[in-house]
């Protein structure tokens, strides 16, 4: 059985730095993401990692403030977040693929429960 674990979410002013992590387990998947959804919005993908090679992927809208990273021994992988801006308020999801590609939400059946990030002004 996968499970997905989440930790590291809160609250943090603008301009602030936050360190979310996902533990895995149940089986070995191709890569990993971050996705985030706001109230009122559809999910969106956030960053993604390959866990053979550590190829990375970024929304346009985190690129140069977040980075995703893989612990292969642990089987975690983490999501450092710079310069936090409100409109990343949202709750962040951890997810596993099994796909050749990693960038869209279809690619990934497995889901963790979400951590909430909230950035204030």
């Known amino acids: 059985q996968v499970h997905l674990v989440e930790s590291g979410g809160g609250l943090v002013q603008a301009g602030g730095s936050l360190r979310l992590s996902c533990a895995a387990s149940g089986r070995t998947f191709s890569g990993m993401g971050w996705f985030r959804q706001a109230p009122g919005k559809e999910r969106e993908f956030v960053a993604a990692?390959?866990?053979?090679?550590?190829?990375?992927y970024y929304a346009n809208s985190v690129k140069g403030r977040f980075t995703i990273s893989r612990d292969n021994a642990k089987n975690t992988v983490s999501l450092q977040m710079n310069n936090l801006k409100p409109e990343d308020t949202a709750l962040y999801y951890c997810?596993?693929?099994?796909?050749?590609?990693?960038?869209?939400?279809?690619?990934?059946?497995?889901w963790g429960q979400g951590t909430q990030v909230t950035v204030s002004s």
């Open positions: 997810a596993a693929s099994n796909a050749f590609t990693v960038t869209s939400i279809h690619d990934y059946p497995y």
């Open positions: 990692i390959y866990w053979s090679d550590g190829r990375t």
